[in-house]
């Protein structure tokens, strides 16, 4: 029946309900409540995870040099797939730390950050009645970005074993039960997602824990998706080991990097994909069909920075090589200050985040117990208002339902100056103080 | 992705793909070298755009649109307009949803709307003077047959002016018939507007959202890449009312997050410069459609000689080239292929001058309509269409 609105004052809003079913449940996020509260409150800001110093000196030259050069069709758009210079060196890079002939014509795709990598390997693989196992605590948009494929998030916990008296805390002690991740796959389970190194404990996955799920997987038949965007920063001599290596894996894997992890420039937004022909195929088509083509400029600056780290590799001038040593001190001075004052630090293996106990500040926030908001969650927006430092509650890692199993936990970013986790210490240690004298 | 390929090799003119081969202007590649220096804007930025860039955004179009334009809630920026196309339709389409498209399309509409589970319907541009075309104006829609299109199923219709492939400027009264129809029927507008400075003279870009009834309604979208030849900084940006724009706030918080941040803010320097000189001639939103308008002329000028047709565009960066008046006879390529396509791989090999077959742009049954027809694009430096002229000038002196 056509309707005469065109006799009423003009009807000029939608009167039916106007947005796409595939949204619900998907419209809260973290990040744009706590990068608010960050940037209005926050003096000394441990929040979301980006570096506060610059980006080597070889990559900003490279950006200049291609910008000041006689091509300036490196404004215009390039292949959709990926910058020819940047897929040919991650195929040269990736293929030397998997031992295998990669094509970085179907075996690389780029993508605008690693989270539109993750968004076309979930539009990709995921329909509904799929479930996909995530491990928590998660970076949050794994949860979402299934929810809005269409299929159904199955969660599985880190659990934290007791460290032995005396010893502090370590992202190692956070493990999986293996009887209850094999409770977890069904017949309907399409996909797991592993994030080694781990956002927010840090954990690095070992051997044993890798070949678990790889077990599983193959069994199952089921895909991995593999978010390894920290896969340089892991500290005491650790080695971050490629899940796609194992028996296998490389057939049912991608693997998903990121330039802004890799080289400190989080605001390029540029990440790739690296994975089988047979998966990277699907990629193609939703990456054809929602952005097409990434930014020019940028990749062909990470394509001569991957092409002097593939020349310096292993070698102490390499930034991967300095860069973790870097971040290992500054995760070590964290670490003391948090202690000093009475917050019990998780040491991680990886990462650039570090997860601390805060119980013994409790006192300054109460607890609502009647509030559906989850404790740490409270703490931490307490914490920015009242104290000028910003951090992130656990709680935002977690599902709905297990928001309150760990509820005294805030997450802290500690790539930062040094100038930047002194200021914090400074917070911290004139907290204490005026706590002890209360 | 297929004609890219093809036309890759440097010993072909390319008229294909739209790809300026002119420099971006001085100054917008100098506020991008400034902004490398600086540390926090190699870092994430806001998602839903940077501050900087959604405030030039709104001064620019709160001029252009005549309202207030909210920088934080109006306006969302994503990578290119093909990222605003696609945050659009997830956020707003979904299966048992129609969406009108007028065909010729650009060609990423139909799988786009099929990807979010809806059902295009097509209806044809048609030409007045029954097939003798010269100008884009002469390409209408029936506005009957358009409004046998709508039902109640209709959650959208897709506009695209200026138009891509044929260059149609949308009239003022043509944007009427749509617009009434839309709040008839209670459904919303998708422009995309991305070609909306390249008007040539005798024609004014309309905003379809500045009709009464349409703010409310409809999305309006723009793109760095045709504003300032940069197509391979991919910035593009949709402009709404507050309750349809957080929908495709909530798809891009899931989707990618963030744009590149020293894109954003070299746009915005840019964006800066020219709105305050939007009532100055060299502004570059006006002197580059005069730029063009003059190789538009030297195109068409070029291909009528040749013993082709062209369409003459009132907007954009491309012209529809009528191919059938040369008759070449290419019924023993025994391809199922559309006679377009076979025209343009034949141009290619035989000519070295490579366009795009317009049933590129087509739905299924309105093919057989456009196959007769190419397009060139246009937004090519001097010595490009030089030796576009010189192949153009010798074409009939060889034997087919």
Same mark, same amino acid.
């Given at each position: 029946?056509?309707?005469?609105?065109?006799?009423?004052?003009?009807?000029?809003?939608?009167?039916?309900?106007?947005?796409?079913?595939?949204?619900?449940?998907?419209?809260?996020?973290?990040?744009?409540?706590?990068?608010?509260?960050?940037?209005?409150?926050?003096?000394? !800001?441990?929040?979301?995870?980006?570096?506060?110093?610059?980006?080597?000196?070889?990559?900003?030259?490279?950006?200049?040099?291609?910008?000041?050069?006689?091509?300036?069709?490196?404004?215009?758009?390039?292949?959709?797939?990926?910058?020819?210079?940047?897929? %040919? *060196?991650?195929?040269?890079?990736?293929?030397?730390?998997?031992?295998?002939?990669?094509?970085?014509?179907?075996?690389?795709?780029?993508?605008?950050?690693?989270?539109?990598?993750?968004?076309?390997?979930?539009?990709?693989?995921?329909?509904?009645?799929?479930?996909?196992?995530?491990?928590?605590?998660?970076?949050?948009?794994?949860?979402?970005? #299934?929810?809005?494929?269409?299929?159904?998030?199955?969660?599985?916990?880190?659990?934290?074993?007791?460290?032995?008296?005396?010893?502090?805390?370590?992202?190692?002690?956070?493990?999986?039960?293996?009887?209850?991740?094999?409770?977890?796959?069904?017949?309907?389970?399409?996909?797991?997602?592993?994030?080694?190194?781990?956002?927010?404990?840090?954990?690095?996955?070992?051997?044993?824990?890798?070949?678990?799920?790889?077990?599983?997987?193959?069994?199952?038949?089921?895909?991995?998706?593999?978010?390894?965007?920290?896969?340089?920063?892991?500290?005491?001599?650790?080695?971050?080991?490629?899940?796609?290596?194992?028996?296998?894996?490389?057939?049912?894997? *991608?693997?998903?990097?990121?330039?802004?992890?890799?080289?400190?420039?989080?605001?390029?937004?540029?990440?790739?994909?690296?994975?089988?022909?047979?998966?990277?195929?699907?990629?193609?088509?939703?990456?054809?069909?929602?952005?097409?083509?990434?930014?020019?400029?940028?990749?062909?600056?990470?394509?001569?920075?991957?092409?002097?780290?593939?020349?310096?590799?292993?070698?102490?001038?390499?930034?991967?090589?300095?860069?973790?040593?870097?971040?290992?001190?500054?995760?070590?001075?964290?670490?003391?200050?948090?202690?000093?004052?009475?917050? @019990?630090?998780? *040491?991680?293996?990886?990462?650039?985040?570090?997860?601390?106990?805060?119980?013994?500040?409790?006192?300054?926030?109460?607890?609502?117990?009647?509030?559906?908001?989850?404790?740490?969650?409270?703490?931490?927006?307490?914490?920015?208002?009242?104290?000028?430092?910003?951090?992130?509650?656990?709680?935002?890692?977690?599902?709905?339902?297990?928001?309150? !199993?760990? !509820?005294?936990?805030?997450?802290?970013?500690?790539?930062?100056?040094?100038?930047?986790?002194?200021?914090?210490?400074?917070?911290?240690?004139?907290?204490?103080?005026? @706590?002890?004298?209360? | 992705?297929?004609?890219?390929?093809?036309?890759?090799?440097?010993?072909?003119?390319?008229?294909?793909?739209?790809?300026?081969?002119?420099?971006?202007?001085?100054?917008?590649?100098?506020?991008?070298?400034?902004?490398?220096?600086?540390?926090?804007?190699?870092?994430?930025?806001?998602?839903?755009?940077?501050?900087?860039?959604?405030?030039?955004?709104?001064?620019?179009?709160?001029?252009?649109?005549?309202?207030?334009?909210?920088?934080?809630?109006?306006?969302?920026?994503?990578?290119?307009?093909?990222?605003?196309?696609?945050?659009?339709?997830?956020?707003?389409?979904?299966?048992?949803?129609?969406?009108?498209?007028?065909?010729?399309?650009?060609?990423?509409?139909?799988?786009?709307?099929?990807?979010?589970?809806?059902?295009?319907?097509?209806?044809?541009?048609?030409? %007045?003077?029954?097939?003798?075309?010269?100008?884009?104006?002469?390409?209408?829609?029936?506005?009957?047959?358009?409004?046998? @299109?709508?039902?109640? %199923?209709?959650?959208?219709?897709?506009?695209?002016?200026?138009?891509?492939?044929?260059?149609?400027?949308?009239?003022?009264?043509?944007?009427?018939?749509?617009?009434?129809?839309?709040?008839?029927?209670?459904?919303?507008?998708?422009?995309?507007?991305?070609?909306?400075?390249?008007?040539?003279?005798?024609?004014?870009?309309?905003?379809?959202?500045?009709?009464?009834?349409?703010?409310?309604?409809?999305?309006?979208?723009?793109?760095?890449?045709?504003?300032?030849?940069?197509?391979?900084?991919?910035?593009?940006?949709?402009?709404?009312?507050?309750?349809?724009?957080?929908?495709?706030?909530? #798809?891009?918080?899931?989707?990618?997050?963030?744009?590149?941040?020293?894109?954003?803010?070299?746009?915005?320097?840019?964006?800066?410069?020219?709105?305050?000189?939007?009532?100055?001639?060299?502004?570059?939103?006006?002197?580059?459609?005069?730029?063009?308008?003059?190789?538009?002329?030297?195109?068409?000028?070029?291909?009528?000689?040749?013993?082709?047709?062209?369409?003459?565009?009132?907007?954009?960066?491309?012209?529809?080239?009528?191919?059938?008046?040369?008759?070449?006879?290419?019924?023993?390529?025994?391809?199922?292929?559309?006679?377009?396509?076979?025209?343009?791989?034949?141009?290619?090999?035989?000519?070295?001058?490579?366009?795009?077959?317009?049933?590129?742009?087509?739905?299924?049954?309105?093919?057989?309509?456009?196959?007769?027809?190419?397009?060139?694009?246009?937004?090519?430096?001097?010595?490009?269409?030089?030796?576009?002229?010189?192949?153009? %000038?010798?074409? !009939?002196?060889?034997?087919?």
């Amino acid at each position: 029946t056509s309707k005469s609105f065109l006799s009423l004052p003009l009807q000029a809003k939608m009167s039916r309900p106007v947005q796409a079913r595939r949204l619900e449940g998907v419209d809260k996020n973290i990040w744009v409540e706590f990068v608010k509260l960050a940037a209005t409150y926050s003096k000394v !800001n441990l929040g979301q995870g980006f570096p506060d110093f610059p980006a080597p000196d070889f990559l900003r030259e490279a950006f200049t040099r291609a910008l000041s050069g006689e091509n300036h069709m490196l404004h215009q758009y390039t292949r959709a797939f990926g910058h020819p210079p940047l897929v %040919k *060196v991650l195929a040269q890079l990736f293929g030397k730390l998997l031992g295998r002939d990669l094509d970085p014509m179907t075996n690389v795709m780029v993508t605008v950050g690693a989270y539109q990598a993750l968004f076309c390997c979930f539009q990709a693989f995921v329909d509904e009645g799929d479930e996909v196992i995530i491990i928590e605590p998660f970076f949050d948009c794994y949860e979402s970005m #299934v929810k809005m494929a269409g299929g159904t998030p199955v969660f599985i916990p880190l659990r934290l074993k007791a460290p032995k008296d005396g010893k502090l805390m370590s992202s190692a002690d956070w493990q999986l039960d293996p009887a209850e991740l094999a409770s977890k796959f069904s017949e309907r389970t399409k996909a797991i997602v592993l994030n080694s190194p781990n956002n927010p404990l840090g954990k690095v996955f070992s051997r044993g824990e890798l070949e678990l799920i790889a077990d599983l997987c193959v069994k199952h038949d089921v895909l991995c998706i593999s978010d390894e965007v920290y896969e340089w920063l892991v500290y005491d001599g650790k080695e971050h080991i490629r899940i796609a290596s194992l028996q296998g894996m490389w057939d049912r894997t *991608v693997i998903i990097g990121s330039a802004g992890k890799t080289f400190s420039v989080t605001g390029w937004k540029v990440g790739w994909t690296v994975g089988p022909d047979r998966l990277l195929q699907h990629l193609r088509t939703v990456h054809q069909n929602s952005v097409y083509h990434c930014a020019t400029i940028a990749q062909e600056a990470v394509a001569q920075g991957f092409q002097r780290e593939l020349m310096l590799y292993g070698k102490p001038d390499s930034y991967f090589v300095q860069l973790s040593k870097e971040l290992q001190q500054k995760r070590d001075w964290l670490v003391q200050s948090l202690e000093a004052v009475g917050m @019990k630090p998780i *040491v991680p293996e990886g990462t650039y985040f570090l997860v601390a106990d805060i119980s013994e500040f409790k006192s300054d926030v109460p607890d609502v117990p009647s509030s559906d908001e989850p404790y740490d969650n409270r703490f931490a927006k307490w914490m920015v208002k009242n104290k000028g430092l910003a951090a992130i509650p656990l709680s935002a890692f977690y599902s709905k339902a297990h928001k309150n !199993n760990y !509820n005294n936990f805030i997450r802290f970013c500690f790539a930062k100056e040094e100038a930047t986790l002194k200021a914090a210490n400074e917070i911290l240690q004139k907290w204490k103080k005026e @706590k002890t004298s209360s | 992705v297929e004609f890219t390929k093809v036309a890759a090799d440097p010993s072909i003119v390319n008229l294909g793909q739209g790809l300026p081969d002119i420099s971006p202007p001085s100054y917008v590649k100098e506020e991008l070298a400034k902004v490398a220096a600086v540390d926090r804007l190699n870092q994430y930025t806001r998602g839903f755009g940077h501050p900087s860039l959604v405030k030039a955004l709104s001064q620019v179009y709160e001029g252009v649109c005549g309202r207030k334009i909210d920088p934080l809630t109006d306006i969302l920026v994503t990578v290119g307009a093909y990222g605003s196309l696609f945050s659009t339709i997830q956020a707003l389409i979904e299966e048992g949803d129609e969406v009108i498209i007028i065909e010729p399309f650009y060609d990423c509409y139909e799988p786009m709307v099929k990807m979010a589970g809806a059902k295009p319907v097509f209806i044809p541009l048609r030409c %007045k003077n029954d097939g003798n075309s010269a100008s884009s104006a002469d390409w209408v829609l029936d506005p009957a047959e358009l409004a046998n @299109k709508f039902n109640s %199923k209709t959650k959208a219709i897709i506009l695209n002016t200026p138009h891509n492939p044929i260059g149609k400027v949308f009239t003022r009264e043509e944007l009427q018939v749509i617009a009434d129809l839309c709040i008839k029927h209670d459904t919303l507008c998708i422009s995309d507007e991305v070609y909306e400075w390249l008007v040539y003279k005798g024609n004014k870009h309309v905003k379809i959202a500045t009709l009464p009834g349409m703010w409310e309604r409809t999305i309006t979208i723009g793109s760095a890449g045709k504003t300032y030849s940069v197509t391979g900084w991919k910035l593009g940006w949709s402009i709404g009312p507050k309750n349809l724009i957080k929908h495709l706030q909530v #798809v891009h918080q899931n989707t990618l997050y963030t744009c590149p941040t020293p894109l954003q803010e070299a746009l915005a320097q840019a964006l800066w410069i020219d709105s305050k000189r939007m009532d100055d001639p060299d502004c570059y939103f006006y002197s580059l459609s005069r730029e063009l308008e003059s190789k538009r002329d030297r195109m068409a000028q070029l291909l009528r000689e040749a013993g082709l047709k062209p369409v003459v565009p009132d907007g954009g960066y491309f012209m529809i080239v009528d191919v059938s008046t040369l008759n070449v006879d290419l019924s023993d390529v025994d391809e199922e292929q559309p006679y377009d396509y076979k025209f343009v791989k034949w141009m290619i090999t035989s000519k070295k001058l490579s366009a795009i077959p317009l049933s590129a742009f087509c739905g299924p049954e309105t093919k057989k309509q456009f196959e007769k027809y190419i397009r060139f694009c246009f937004i090519k430096k001097d010595s490009t269409l030089d030796a576009a002229e010189v192949i153009l %000038k010798n074409w !009939n002196k060889q034997t087919v």
